[in-house]
């Protein structure tokens, strides 16, 4: 069930991999308690971003907050997953 899900309880089972949180300020859905303490019992590496008043829907919207998410996420994955040469 979606609403018994908690991802905190699991999340430092990830690590080693890199994990990136990307929030909004002003999310209605998530709480940002639950971000923050997912991103604290994550291992590293990782990285929180608040984005500043953003909504929850603002992230998928293009907008004010579509396209920092899109260049953090670029960003994070060039540094954690890059190409390898002669692939893609």
């Known amino acids: 069930d979606l609403f018994l899900f908690c991802p905190e309880s699991t999340v430092e089972k990830i690590a080693p991999r890199a994990s990136l949180f990307i929030a909004p300020e002003?999310?209605?859905l998530i709480a940002s308690v639950e971000m923050k303490s997912a991103y604290e019992r994550a291992?590293?590496?990782k990285r929180l971003e608040i984005l500043p008043g953003a909504r929850h829907v603002d992230i998928y919207r293009r907008g004010s907050a579509f396209m920092p998410v899109v260049e953090l996420s670029r960003s994070w994955f060039g540094e954690h997953m890059p190409a390898r040469l002669g692939e893609g």
Do not use: A, K, R, Y
Request: net charge negative; glycine share 16%.
């Open 43 to 45: 291992g590293e590496p």
């Open 26 to 28: 002003h999310d209605e």
